[in-house]
């Protein structure tokens, strides 16, 4: 019950990154398992590291595979293009706001979220700020939609995660994060559509 807000604490008050924070609630859920329940002996560590030694391996080659993507992406100058697609769209901040969700989730389909970030990102910034969009506006739907994409097959990382860990098949997986993943893309088009949704409370944060 502890390792949630230990994390978030941990992160809110700049103890830890994200990434530190990982190793803090592995440390902390071994000690758990192995002083306070008593359930994780010495011997089935062994198997513990295994396991997550091949859990890491799934996702390295993932992103591995993504990179590719990423640099196939690039030498095919798929960039240039996607400016010259959004042009017709430059006098509609919500039709841009719309195509650029729709071009995202597709990339979001084939490629990591951190490729995906480098690439798009000094591409889509200059045309977000010449059609007249809030960055911080744009930069939230940005990130959500990215992070939409890890549980979006076929490369979804956080789906093969899940499904490595649980011991399932991709298809059982993705069968049962799709209400979710659904609802999550109504939610990112309310807020293309009613902008007001993300800047309203940006506002009242920063203030």
Known sequence: MLLPVIILVGLRMGVFTPTEAAVVAAVYAFCVAAFVYRELS??????????????????????????????????????????????????????????????????????????????????????????????????VLFIINNSIGLITPPVGVVLNVVAGVGKMRMDEVTRGVLPFMLAEFAVMFLMVLFPALVTVPARWLHG
Not at 67 to 80: F, G, K, N, Y
Not at 88 to 99: D, E, H, S, Y
């Open 42 to 139: 010495v011997r089935e560590l062994y198997a513990v590291f295994v396991s997550a030694a091949k859990t890491s391996a799934i996702v390295m080659f993932l992103i591995a595979a993504a990179m590719v993507s990423a640099w196939l992406i690039t030498v095919a100058d798929l960039p240039s293009k996607v400016v010259d697609l959004l042009a017709p769209f430059m006098q509609n901040k919500t039709l841009l706001m719309i195509a650029i969700m729709l071009l995202v989730m597709i990339v979001g389909t084939a490629m990591d979220m951190t490729p995906t970030i480098l690439i798009l990102t000094p591409i889509l910034m200059p045309i977000v700020t010449a059609a007249g969009i809030d960055p911080v506006y744009f930069g």
